[in-house]
């Protein structure tokens, strides 16, 4: 099971203690996919892990680039803020790419 | 709420966004998601992957712009699925970033289906921050092993076309058994160049294309960057 999630689109993560610590760059930018929706970074454009995303949200037609004005509209949703307590706090209910990504299992 | 908006802020300023910038490519990667291409067409892989391609369309000016605009860092132009010289706004979105010449542009390609005019056009257009960085894993004859259907030989001539027109170039190539005799080789090609050549610890091996044991990554694909 993930202890917790060290995010490579975050520029810190919270570790199994709650502490905080930086990750030594931010190595994940947001992907944009060819249907024209922003996801957290590029390994979580994958049809194996789409389902997980549809069900935060991310695919509404709402949250599509060209039915808003800027990145800022999409990115301060509630979908995102939800998606970022999910990463951090969260980590046994994140996307699967989220915990085999960057999931960090300690023994 | 903190995180949240740490994440927006760390984003704009350090981030540089992945962009699929249509559902098209000419290679057959064996690694590729769109390897499920060749699964039986009955076969769940074969009909999602034949429906993401199909939902795929080609990114809209308007979009790439509201992207170039959000990100300090500049944008990254590089499928999953796709190759950006198909992207059919590629000159218009190159003209487009001369207005924000401070931004940095990262074209990856590995497809060759164009032809080195396209090459001189595309370079002409971009300004002193575009970096164009090329898949090619090995030397002329044998990246194809791994990126099926590329003509190598016409983005070596691209990479060197790039350099006497001044444009930054990156040679990304994946070790795999078949061409790591050829690092050496290829660094001093680089160095010949100024080409900065980046290589690649990845996880697309597979039966057929190995990786040596020394080049796979620990978990997540590594880059060791400017080996030269």
Not at chain 1, 30 to 58: N, Q
Not at chain 2, 9 to 25: F, V
């Amino acid at each position: 099971m993930t202890n917790y999630i060290r995010p490579e689109c975050m520029p810190y993560y919270y570790d199994e203690s709650g502490k905080q610590q930086y990750n030594a760059r931010l190595s994940q930018g947001i992907a944009y996919t060819s249907d024209g929706y922003l996801l957290p970074c590029c390994w979580c454009d994958a049809t194996s892990t789409k389902k997980d995303f549809v069900e935060l949200g991310f695919y509404d037609e709402g949250l599509k680039l060209s039915n808003n004005k800027s990145v800022e509209d999409i990115l301060y949703t509630n979908v995102w803020k939800k998606f970022i307590n999910i990463i951090m706090h969260d980590s046994v209910n994140a996307p699967r790419c989220c915990r085999e990504k960057c999931g960090i299992i300690d023994d | 709420m903190i995180d949240h908006l740490e994440f927006i802020r760390a984003q704009q300023s350090l981030g540089m966004p992945n962009i699929e910038t249509s559902s098209k490519c000419s290679l057959q990667c064996p690694q590729c998601t769109r390897a499920k291409l060749q699964a039986p067409k009955d076969s769940n892989k074969y009909k999602e992957i034949k429906l993401r391609i199909n939902t795929g369309f080609d990114l809209p000016l308007k979009d790439a712009e509201k992207l170039l605009r959000f990100f300090d860092s500049g944008v990254m132009l590089c499928g999953q699925l796709s190759d950006a010289i198909f992207w059919p706004d590629l000159f218009p979105f190159l003209e487009f970033s001369k207005t924000y010449p401070n931004k940095n542009i990262r074209i990856m390609t590995a497809a060759s289906q164009k032809n080195i005019e396209w090459y001189k056009t595309a370079f002409e257009l971009s300004h002193k921050n575009v970096t164009w960085a090329f898949g090619i894993d090995g030397l002329k004859d044998t990246s194809m092993i791994y990126r099926i259907g590329q003509n190598s030989e016409l983005l070596f001539d691209a990479m060197l076309l790039g350099r006497t027109l001044g444009v930054k170039i990156e040679w990304h190539y994946i070790v795999f058994d078949y061409n790591l005799h050829q690092i050496e080789e290829a660094k001093v090609f680089a160095n010949q160049h100024g080409i900065i050549l980046n290589l690649v610890k990845s996880n697309r091996g597979s039966d057929s294309i190995k990786i040596p044991e020394e080049w796979k990554p620990k978990r997540n694909k590594e880059i060791i960057y400017d080996i030269v």
